[in-house]
C-alpha cells in the first residue's frame, strides 16, 4: 500500500523514491503479477507517469506495454491504458513536450524565447523517433496493432489510431512498408471512416493523411477501397465548403490520392466524381460573412480540381479533364465567382489561377470563357474586366500574376482567341467607345509602371505565338503618338522606347520593361520574314542593338544584352535578304567587326544561365516572390532554347557553307516532293485496293445468294421429278384405259385409217426420240471414257495423300451423278417403250414381232452397255483407291475437275430440259388419244344414226363372255 500511495501521491512518512525508481518498480509489477488488476493498476500508473517521465518510461517499459498488448487481449481497460502510454512516449506534440522536457518560466512566456523552445522541440522529436524505431524494429508490433483496430471497443480503437498516427509521422516510409506488405492492412484502415463515432472517424482521417503522403502504391489501393466515394459524402454531410475542420481534413487526403497520380486520377474521373465537385462552388449573392474555415476549405477544393487539370498531367487525361469539367458545369460555377462582388482576394486569385488551367489548351472551354461577361452596365468581357486588374498597378501584385496567367491560358493553343485579340488592335475594328483587350495592352505596355509593361508585352507576345498570320497583321498597328506627328507603327513604337530610354538615362530606364519589350520582339519577328525586314527597315534598329551589344556594362544589363544579342541573331537567321543593307552576309560582317563573334555568342548564353530563367523554365504559371523577379516568361524560355544553337551556327557559318546548306536543303525538298508523290502513290494503291476488297466482298456475298439460288432449284427439280412420277402413275391408268377403247374402236370400225397412221407417224416420232436418247448415252460413255484417262492422269501425277482425299470425293461425285442420270435415262427409255406399245397395239395387229424383238434387242443391249459403265465405275474406284503418294499439279487436277463439274452439271441441265419436254410430249399424246376417242364415239353415234348396228363396250363384254361359255361346253362335251 506504501507503494501504490508513492505512486498515486500520498505523503509516505520515509524518503520519496525517484521517478526512475517508481517506474522501474511499476515496471516490475506489470511483468510479475498473475492478477490482471495488479497488471492493470501498474499499467494506469505509468500512463500517468509517461508525459512527465517520457525518456524512464520508453526506455524501461516499451517491451512491457507491447507484452501487455500481446496477451491481455481479453480486457479492453488494459488494453486502452497500454496503447495511450505508448502514444505519449512516442508522440512529439508541441504542447506536451514544452511543459515536459524544457519548462520555461512564467516572465519569459511572453518574450522571445524562439531558439530555446526549438531546440526542446527538436530534443522531442528525435526522442520521439528513437522510440519510434524502437517500436517498429519488429514489425510483427505494427501488424499487432493493425489487428487491434479491428476492436469496436473506443477505449481501443481510438488510442490505437492515434499511436499509428504518431508512428507514421515519426517514420513514415518504414511503416508504409509494413502496412503495405500486411494482409487487408489498409483496409482495417480505411474501416475507420465508417465509424459511426465522428471522433474515431476524424482521427482514422489524419491516420489516413499520413498513410499517403508519397506512397504510389498505398494511394491505389485506398482509392480503390472507395476512399472518394466515402470522403465525398463526408464532405456532404458536413456541409461542404460551409463545413468544419473535417471537411479540411477530407480534402487534403483527396489531394495526397490524386496529386502526382495519374491512375487515381483517371478512377476519379471515371467514377464520375468530377460532377459532384459542382456544388461546392455554390456560392450565394451575399458573400460578405467569409469565416477562416471557408476560405480555406474553398482553397482546398480549388487545388483539387487544379490537381485534376495540372499542366504536368498528360495532355489525353487533363483535356478529358476539362471536358467533363466543362459538361457537368464546373466551369460556368468557376466563372460565376470570378465575376462575383465580395469574394476575399486570396480566393479571387486562386478561382483565377483555377479557371486558367481549366480552359488551358480545350479550344471548347475557352471559347465559353471567351463569351462570359461581367455583370455590369454595360456588360463587358471577363477578359477585358480581367486584363484592367492587370495593368492597374494598384492591384495586389498576386492577383496581376494570376490574371497574366489566365491570359496566357486563355491563348495557348486557340488561334481563334489570338486572332480576336490581334482584331481589337486593328484600324478597321477600333470602337472609340468602348474599351477593348487590345487597347488596355496598348496602354499598358506604354504606362510607367514597369510591372504593367511587362505584363503587357509577354500577354501580347502570346497572342503572337506561332501565328505567323497574326504577326502579319499586327505590323498594320498604328499609334498616334501625339498631335501634329504623323502615326507610327507599333514595331517602330517598341523599338524606340527602347532607344530612347536608353539614350535619355540608362539606369532609369527599368530593366523589367526593357526585357518585357525585348522578349515581345523576339516572339514578333521570329520565324516571320516580313517582320524582320520592318525591323530592319529602321536604320536605327541595328546600331542600337550593335551599341547595346557591343559596350561593357554592369550586371543588371548583362541580360539586356543578351536578348539584344538574340533579336540581332534572329533578324541574321530568317533574313530574306530583301535588304540590300541589311543582308545576311552584312549583318556577320557587322558582327565581326564590332562585337566579335565570339563576345556575341558569350552575349547570348548569358540567357540561360541567369537564375531566374531556370526558374520561368520550369512550369507555365508565373510565380514571383517579387515584383523584381519577375523577368522570364515560361514560353519564352522555350523559345530561347530553341533558337540559341541556330543562331550560334549562323553566325559562324560562311556564306559558302550557307550556299551548301541552301544546296541541301533544295536537294531535301526535292526529296521530300518525290517521297510525297510516293506517298500519294501509296495512298491511290491503297484506295485501290480498299475498292478490290470491297468488290471481293460483293463478290463474295453474291456467290453464296447464287448459291443459295442454285440450291432452291435443285429442290424445285425435285418436287418436278415427283410431280413427274405422279403423273406418270396416272398416265399408266388412263393409257390401259384409253388401249381397251381403241381396241374396240378397231374392231368395230374399220373405217378410220387415217386416225391410225397419224398415230403411227407420232410413234416414229417417238422412236426418233429414243434414237436421240441412245445418241446422248454414247456422248454418256465417251465421257466417262474422258473421265477414265483424267482418273489414270490422276494416278500418274499423285502428289499428296491428303489431296487424294479430296480427288476421290470429288469422283465419286461425278460418278454418282452419272449414275444416276443413266439410271434416268434407263426409266426414260422403258417410259417410251411402253407408251410405244401401247398405241402400237390401240392401232392394229399390222406392227409385226421383229419390230418388237428389235427394241428388245437394243434394250438388251443399253442394259449391257449400263453394266459395263457400271463395272467400268467399279474398276475406278479400286485404282482410284490404290493410288499411290507424290501427286503434282494440284491446281492443275482441281481446275480440270472443275470444268468437269461444269460440264457435268450443263449435261444434268440438258437432261432435265429434255424430261420437261418429252413431259410435254406425253401430254401432247394424251390430248390426242382424247381427241381420238372423242371422234370415235362421234362416229358410233353417226352410225347409229344412219340404222347401223354398233356394239357398245358393254355389249362386246356380253358376247365375249357367252362366246366364253360355249367354248366350255363343247370341251366339256367333248
Known amino acids: 500500500m506504501n507503494f501504490f500511495r508513492g505512486v498515486m501521491g500520498g505523503q509516505p512518512a520515509g524518503p520519496q523514491p525517484s521517478g526512475a525508481e517508481t517506474i522501474q518498480k511499476l515496471c516490475d509489477r506489470v511483468a510479475s503479477s498473475t492478477l490482471l488488476e495488479d497488471r492493470r493498476d501498474a499499467v494506469r500508473a505509468l500512463k500517468s507517469l509517461s508525459k512527465k517521465y517520457r525518456m524512464e518510461v520508453g526506455t524501461q517499459a516499451m517491451d512491457h506495454l507491447v507484452h501487455i498488448l500481446q496477451t491481455d487481449r481479453s480486457d479492453s481497460e488494459i488494453l486502452g491504458y497500454a496503447l495511450d502510454t505508448l502514444y505519449n512516449i512516442i508522440c512529439n506534440d508541441d504542447e506536451e513536450e514544452q511543459d515536459a522536457v524544457t519548462p520555461v518560466p512564467l516572465s519569459l512566456k511572453h518574450k522571445n524565447v ?248 480545350s479550344q471548347i472551354n475557352q471559347d465559353y470563357f471567351a463569351s462570359v461577361n461581367a455583370p455590369s452596365n454595360p456588360p463587358r468581357p471577363a477578359i477585358v474586366v480581367l486584363l484592367m486588374s492587370m495593368v492597374n498597378e494598384r492591384q495586389p501584385f498576386v492577383l496581376r500574376c494570376a490574371v497574366l496567367y489566365c491570359f496566357q491560358c486563355f491563348l495557348y493553343k486557340n488561334q481563334k482567341g489570338q486572332g480576336e485579340i490581334v482584331a481589337t488592335l486593328l484600324p478597321s475594328t477600333i470602337d472609340a467607345n468602348t474599351i477593348s483587350a487590345g487597347q488596355l495592352l496598348c496602354g499598358g505596355l506604354f504606362s510607367a509602371d514597369s510591372l504593367s509593361n511587362w505584363c503587357a508585352a509577354v500577354a501580347l507576345a502570346h497572342a503572337l505565338q506561332d501565328n505567323l498570320t497574326q504577326k502579319e497583321q499586327l505590323l498594320r498597328v498604328q499609334l498616334a503618338t501625339s ?71 554592369g550586371e543588371d544589363e548583362r541580360l539586356v544584352q543578351g536578348l539584344c544579342a538574340l533579336l540581332l541573331g534572329i533578324c541574321i537567321y530568317y533574313n530574306d535578304n530583301s535588304l540590300e543593307n541589311y543582308t545576311k552576309e552584312k549583318l556577320k560582317q557587322l558582327i565581326e567587326k564590332r562585337i566579335g563573334k565570339e563576345n556575341f555568342v558569350e552575349k547570348l548564353c548569358f540567357i540561360t544561365k541567369h537564375e531566374l530563367y531556370s526558374r520561368a523554365a520550369q512550369k507555365p504559371q508565373p510565380v514571383f516572390s517579387s515584383p523584381e523577379q519577375m523577368l522570364f516568361d515560361h514560353e519564352f524560355t522555350k523559345l530561347v532554347k530553341e533558337l540559341e544553337g541556330v543562331i550560334t551556327k549562323a553566325v559562324h557559318k560562311s556564306s559558302e557553307e550557307e550556299k551548301k546548306e541552301e544546296e541541301v536543303k533544295k536537294t531535301l525538298e526535292q526529296h521530300d516532293s518525290i517521297v510525297t508523290q510516293y506517298k500519294e502513290l501509296i495512298r491511290e494503291q491503297d484506295a485501290q485496293i480498299q475498292e478490290l476488297k470491297e468488290q471481293v466482298a460483293s463478290m463474295s456475298s453474291q456467290n453464296e445468294q447464287m448459291q443459295n439460288t442454285v ?59 429414243q434414237a436421240l436418247l441412245q445418241t446422248q448415252l454414247r456422248d454418256k460413255d465417251t465421257l466417262i471414257n474422258t473421265l477414265k484417262s483424267e482418273a489414270a492422269q490422276t494416278v500418274e501425277g499423285t502428289a499428296a495423300a491428303s489431296d487424294e482425299a479430296e480427288l476421290l470425293k470429288e469422283l465419286e461425285m461425278l460418278r454418282s451423278q452419272v449414275q444416276s442420270q443413266s439410271t434416268e435415262i434407263n426409266q426414260l427409255q422403258k417410259e417410251r417403250q411402253e407408251l410405244l406399245k401401247r398405241p402400237e397395239a390401240g392401232s392394229s395387229e399390222t406392227v409385226s414381232s421383229s419390230e418388237s424383238s428389235t427394241d428388245t434387242a437394243k434394250q438388251a443391249e443399253l442394259e449391257n452397255r449400263l453394266a459395263e459403265q457400271t463395272s467400268e465405275v467399279e474398276r475406278l474406284k479400286e485404282e482410284v483407291r490404290n493410288m499411290s503418294e507424290g501427286r503434282v499439279g494440284l491446281e492443275q487436277q482441281l481446275a480440270a475437275a472443275t470444268s468437269t463439274v461444269a460440264v457435268l452439271q450443263t449435261e444434268k441441265d440438258k437432261l432435265q430440259t429434255e424430261v420437261q419436254e418429252s413431259k410435254k410430249e406425253q401430254d401432247d399424246l394424251l390430248m390426242l388419244l382424247a381427241d381420238q376417242d372423242q371422234k370415235i364415239h362421234s362416229l358410233k353415234k353417226k352410225l347409229k344414226d344412219l340404222g347401223e348396228m354398233v356394239d357398245d363396250e358393254d355389249d362386246l363384254d356380253t358376247r365375249d363372255q357367252t362366246d366364253d361359255d360355249d367354248e366350255e361346253e363343247d370341251d366339256e362335251d367333248n
Not at 302 to 328: D, E, F, H, I, W
Not at 495 to 510: A, E, F, P, V, Y
Not at 714 to 719: E, V, W
Request: glycine content about 6%.
Open 114 to 361: 524562439s531558439m530555446p523552445d526549438e531546440n526542446a522541440q527538436k530534443q522531442a522529436d528525435d526522442l520521439g523517433v528513437q522510440f519510434t524505431d524502437k517500436f517498429i524494429q519488429d514489425s510483427e508490433n505494427v501488424t499487432l496493432l493493425l489487428s487491434l483496430l479491428e476492436e469496436f471497443d473506443f477505449h481501443v480503437r481510438w488510442p490505437g489510431v492515434k499511436l499509428l498516427t504518431a508512428l507514421l509521422k515519426n517514420q513514415c516510409a518504414q511503416v508504409q512498408g509494413v502496412i503495405l506488405v500486411s494482409p487487408m492492412g489498409v483496409s482495417r484502415l480505411m474501416d475507420l471512416l465508417a465509424d459511426s463515432r465522428e471522433v474515431i472517424r476524424n482521427d482514422g482521417l489524419l491516420l489516413l493523411q499520413q498513410l499517403t503522403k508519397g506512397n504510389g502504391a498505398i494511394q491505389k489501393i485506398v482509392a480503390f477501397e472507395n476512399a472518394f466515394e466515402r470522403l465525398l459524402d463526408i464532405i456532404t454531410e458536413e456541409g461542404s465548403s460551409d463545413g468544419g475542420i473535417v471537411v479540411e481534413d477530407c480534402l487534403l487526403l483527396l489531394l495526397n490520392l490524386l496529386k502526382n497520380n495519374s491512375s487515381n486520377q483517371n478512377f476519379f474521373k471515371e467514377g464520375s466524381y468530377i460532377q459532384r465537385m459542382k456544388p461546392w462552388f455554390e456560392v450565394g449573392d451575399d458573400n460578405s460573412g467569409w469565416s477562416a474555415q471557408k476560405v480555406t476549405n474553398l482553397h482546398l477544393m480549388l487545388q483539387l480540381v487544379r490537381v485534376m487539370v495540372s499542366p504536368v498531367n498528360s495532355p489525353g487525361a487533363t483535356a478529358s479533364c476539362q471536358k467533363s469539367m466543362y459538361q457537368c458545369g464546373l466551369l460556368q460555377q468557376l466563372c460565376t465567382i470570378l465575376m462575383a462582388t465580395g469574394v476575399p482576394a486570396d480566393i479571387l486569385t486562386e478561382t483565377i489561377n483555377t479557371v486558367s488551367e481549366v480552359i488551358r489548351g
Open 483 to 553: 498631335l501634329g506627328k504623323p502615326p507610327v507603327s507599333l514595331l517602330q513604337q517598341c523599338t524606340n522606347i527602347l532607344s530612347q530610354g536608353d539614350k535619355i538615362n540608362r539606369r532609369g530606364s527599368k530593366v523589367q520593361t526593357r526585357v518585357g519589350l525585348l522578349m515581345l520582339l523576339c516572339t514578333w519577328i521570329n520565324n516571320c520574314p516580313i517582320a524582320v525586314t520592318h525591323f530592319l527597315h529602321n536604320q536605327e534598329n541595328v546600331p542600337f542593338l550593335t551599341g547595346q551589344i557591343s559596350e561593357n556594362l
Open 711 to 769: 440450291t432452291q432449284q435443285l429442290a424445285q427439280i425435285q418436287q418436278h421429278k415427283d410431280q413427274y412420277n405422279i403423273l406418270k402413275v396416272k398416265l399408266g391408268k388412263d393409257n390401259q384405259s384409253q388401249t381397251n377403247s381403241q381396241e374396240d374402236s378397231s374392231q368395230v370400225n374399220g373405217l378410220q385409217t387415217e386416225e391410225l397412221t397419224q398415230l403411227r407417224e407420232e410413234v416414229e416420232e417417238l422412236r426418233k426420240q
